[in-house]
């Protein structure tokens, strides 16, 4: 009792306290306001650094927005590009760029060029007209926009085909959507057919400006455009502003060109040099360095040249100015050639060893081991009976000869055969060789089981008649509305054995945590492309490389800013024409490549399908896909993105309203980069906008498992042991697939415990008791793999 009453104190305040803490008290009055004196010197000398650090961060901050102002004004940058595009189809644009190009050339009549330097406003502008309807021309000069313009008409009101907003039609809404993936530069809108009293215009303009503010950033500005002292006072505000591109656009140089020719080549016969003539944007270019010609492919260049600028921002006024008319007739300043040392090789595809895939070879020890017992086994005498042949002696194993050796025959009434010669594959090799059957009708039937590629390919005949066409969609668009009801189902074939069937499927018990090694069973496209040990890292090597090559300023780049003449090499004569007609609409783009990008690899995006297109996009799907300045056509395989397991489950369809993994071969692309991806349609027409995203990754190890469930019915039930019928059809399929687990779906686990008759019934057990409406079910799963493409790039397809 005592014990429990005793008292207890408070633990000493300084146990944790240092020694000079608890030896303060001992110091006079002088020492101590020394210390506190010294510790506020240390404060207000941190206070004072870290003052120091933001101002400089201000001061480099200011330093780079005046010298980024200064680049896009002065006489050195590239012109300005700004697109106009229509929101409906009833908006003149044709009208407005006219205007707009007079404004700035002080030009009352006369034909004026798209590209117009003014120094009134003392800065260059191109204007684009985006053609209503054609999806591609918008998507290719929204990527070189460095303002995108819209233009909205008060009479679209009235359309039938307006959208709830009224000034944006079907059309219009669409492009605004792959805009804004593709990532927004500046943006304006431009109100047009405003009524002319002062009163009614301000009320229609407010009205209009309520209605489509929600459809564009905060910072967009809205600006009458009906007369010119209108347009003269949005181009004094557009001279102060501040323009932002998107980040991937700025990551690599590129020509939006003004010129497209080709020329012959005689020593290549079905090739041409394409001739692309511009002024180059963003960065400088290496002649050495790979460019990109956006839906034709990667080439290599053979030469630049640096003309003289056919638009100076100070124009002096001479008698023999030019004309619009020979504005491309310029002079060439400088040429540039490449070295053929350094020049970036054109590689596509990996070299092919077809003996790469049969076995490993040997080691060095394997080898030294293998010659040893060589002549160990040259060494050793055989003994055979007088008159036999190799053939004879193929059959008699080493016992025999030692017991005939043994027995005591002279070695006179035998002959001496060298184990190694006479080699024959005899019975006793086709013996060892032998396996089971039904395995071996598994690996017979192994180009007959591409059951993935022959049902997630459409028909690929090109003589389809138009009855053929539909039904096919109708098989698609029940295989899809099956698929989202009954995902990974399958039901067992009853003329093919399932062992057969299914050859290729595995059991896991774990689809989290089991093991699947990344290169067991590869396919023979895997020694086709490249990867990297460390994919971060080369990139930032890349990118590194790259930078200093601009800071430099090698003899072999040409600076931003030039008026040049690329000439690229090696281009197919029905491409270059092709182009050359695209041309009329819009703008080629040609993109400078960095190292390895032209190689091909795994490429993996995070895709959704898009709310306008109904259809379903089935998995191996041949599709287009424009990744930054880059297109290219592609047949890829959807899987869902699992965080917490190395193995992804495949999807046979991209369903709507979430995001998926999509994995394809394809040229590598350093992230980040936009995604738009394209599906072509019946006939000729234009392709429509199927899906959009971003690239995530290139990783030709991501796993990508197709998942299978076999189902079975409950015959008879007793508490926690079942019959089950259908889920196979004879007894040596269940014996098969007797180590695979399964479970029901009301959450019973269990395993095959032996079959039953003789028409694929199974006797199986339960954790619990199962319901006699309940289904039992087998998840068998194989990797999947994208389909490599029939041709990479969709230029003759367009």
Known sequence: ????????????????????????????????????????????GARAARLQRNKMLREQKKAALLKEKRASSSSK????????????????????????????????????????????????ISVLKAPHGDLLSCMEMAKVADLIAFVASTNSLYEENASDFGYIDSFG???????????????????RDLPSDLKGKNELKKMSISNLAGEFPEDCKFYPADTKDELHKFLWLFKEQRLTVPHWRNQRPYLMSQKVDVVADDSNSGRCTLLLTGYLRAHSLSVNQLVHVSGAGDFQLQKIEILKDPYPLKLRKEPDAMDSDDVFDVEVVRSVDPDSLRQEPLVFENDLDPLAGEQTWPTEAEMAEADRNQKQKRQKKRILPRGTSEYQAAWIVDDTDDEGSDSGSDADDGMVLDETEGYFRGPKEINNSDVDEDYQASLDDRDANEETDADSVMMEDENLTREQIKEEIKKIKAAHAEDEEFPDEVDTPLDIPARKRFAKYRGLKSFRTSSWDPK????????????????????????????????????????????????????PIPVASKLCLLAKTAPVIASGLFQHESKMSVLHFSVKKHDTYDAPIKAKEELIFHVGFRQFVARPIFSTDDMNSDK?????????????????YAPISFPPLPLIVLKSTEGNAAPVIAAFGSLRSIDPDRITLKKIVLTGYPQRVSKLKASVRYMFHSPEDVRWFKPVEVYTKCGRHGRIKEPLGTHGAMKCTFNGVLQQ??????????????????????????
């Open 173 to 191: 809404s669409q492009c605004l959507s792959v805009f804004r993936q593709l990532g927004l530069p500046n943006t304006v809108v431009f109100i």
């Open 648 to 664: 992804h489950k495949m999807e046979r369809f991209l369903h709507a309203g979430r995001f998926s993994v999509a994995s394809i």
């Open 520 to 571: 067991e069973s590869l396919p023979p496209e895997y020694a086709r492309i490249f990867a990297f040990d460390n994919f971060a890292k080369t990139q930032k090597h890349v990118f590194a490389k790259f930078l200093d090559m601009e800071q430099e300023n090698r003899d072999e780049c040409v600076l931003s800013g030039q008026y040049v003449r690329l000439h690229i090499k090696d281009v």
């Open 773 to 798: 409406h309940d289904t039992v079910c087998m998840s068998l799963f194989k990797r999947a793999y994208p389909k490599w493409p029939e041709h990479r790039f969709p230029i003759l397809d367009t």
């Open 77 to 124: 940058s590239a012109p300005l590009v700004i697109v106009l595009f229509g929101l409906s189809e009833s908006v003149n644009v044709d009208s407005l760029a006219e205007d707009l190009l007079r404004v700035l050339s002080n030009e009352g009549n006369g034909d004026v060029s798209s590209t117009v330097a003014s120094s009134e406003y003392k800065m260059r």
């Open 1 to 44: 009792m005592g014990g429990s009453r005793a008292q207890l104190n408070k633990p000493h305040k300084s146990r944790f306290s240092t020694k000079s803490s608890r030896n303060l008290h001992k110091t006079s009055h002088k020492d101590k306001s020394r210390i506190a004196k010294s510790e506020r010197n240390v404060a207000k």
